[in-house]
């Protein structure tokens, strides 16, 4: 085995190259072919969408010197004219489907930045409400509202309970207090 190179799994292709027949070399092989034959297709098709950039235009140059930012230019170019066409076609005819959803926005004159606006309904109703709520509150704290004066026969009656107890309490207070002297006044008179 010295100096000598084994050649086990070597075949000569059709150009008489050594080719490995193992396995792997197969997949290998396949594989790189198949990446090949798709990046043909790719440039097949690059090409033919390129050409057709270049038939629209009418610019005489090659298709190999037009740079990549070249070619998005002549494509905007291309759809700038389409649109114009469009438009120009458009304006004679009126459109078929509108869509009466669409607001069209009001154009505001240099005079009209001064004047007061019209609100939206949806403001309005806001507006409304807020100012429905505010007088509702200012009657509130007068009383005159049916809550307030519930909410006051309620603070009454507690005021009139809160007294009655506290007077309770008092007079209790009041009655420990007289038996309390009652029990001194009989302890001094056994003492005598």
Known sequence: MSGRVQLQH????ENGTAVSTDKWAKRDKDVDEESEDESEEEEEESEDSEEEVDEGTSSKQPQQELTRAERRE?????????KQEEDEDDSDQEPILANPNITVGK???????GAPRELTRRERDEKEKKEAKERY????EQGKTEQAKADLARLAKIRADREAAQAKRKAEAEARAAEAKKREAAAKSKRI
């Open 137 to 140: 509150w200012k009657l509130h």
């Open 10 to 13: 070597l075949e000569l292709d």
């Open 107 to 113: 154009k505001l004159n240099i005079a009209d930045l």
């Open 74 to 82: 002549l494509k905007k170019k291309k759809g700038q004219q389409q």
